[in-house]
């Protein structure tokens, strides 16, 4: 769902529940709302994001595009795609995300980073994923869990940041050519009911993400 006169808000409504993602962008930033807590894709080191500048859906893919300004030192798109799992069906209370996040500059040195960052009260941990060469991402809280994964192509080029109260991974990093296009594509699950991720939705995300190619676009 979105509102053609508010951007920067979208929604999934499954049943009597929504899922809500606030993208505005600079220091806003943008989030997956899961209560009152926000699971978060921000700029590395407090900076600004550049703002939103066009939103649109296109089949079941939410498509946000935030081009570089002067203030920035590069632009991106995010491509969000609610993720059918086997086994494991989105409803209410768990749903699974394909975060598509794609980077670009003009400027002849760049090293664009981006965090993603989830709320990990109950502690932050990582494992090897059930795939060869991917790693899983827990935080646990009292209210919610979420994990994120990556595929092998995005564990090299990621690390996660070792921060109190949260489970931090940052994106990208390294050195980006002036008009080259960088992409990552972390898959994100969230249980709504427990504190953390039950093993049978991290398989079945490791399953999927293994299967699936990288979009093109």
Not at 56 to 84: K, W
Not at 104 to 117: E, K
Not at 178 to 207: E, F
């Amino acid at each position: 769902m979105t509102a053609p006169n508010r951007i920067g808000v979208a929604a999934w409504q499954i049943g009597d529940s929504i899922w809500r993602i606030d993208a505005r962008g600079e220091r806003d930033a943008v989030a997956l709302v899961v209560g009152q807590e926000r699971i978060a894709l921000v700029a590395s080191d407090d900076q600004a994001l550049p703002p939103l500048d066009e939103q649109f859906v296109r089949n079941d893919q939410l498509h946000f595009s935030f081009p570089q300004t002067d203030r920035s030192q590069f632009g991106f798109r995010l491509v969000v795609r609610p993720v059918p799992l086997e086994g494991c069906g989105a409803d209410g209370t768990h749903i699974a995300l394909e975060l598509l996040v794609s980077v670009q500059t003009t400027l002849l040195d760049s090293h664009p980073t981006l965090d993603l960052v989830l709320p990990a009260r109950g502690g932050a941990r990582d494992e090897a994923g059930a795939q060869s060469g991917s790693r899983v991402y827990h935080a646990d809280n009292g209210d919610f869990g979420a994990a994120v994964i990556l595929g092998p192509q995005d564990v090299a080029s990621s690390v996660a940041i070792d921060q109190p109260g949260e489970q931090r991974l940052r994106l990208f990093g390294e050195f980006l050519e002036k008009g080259v296009i960088r992409r990552a594509r972390p898959w994100l699950v969230v249980d709504r009911t427990s504190g953390s991720v039950a093993p049978r939705w991290i398989r079945a995300a490791s399953d999927a993400l293994a299967e699936s190619p990288l979009p093109l676009s």
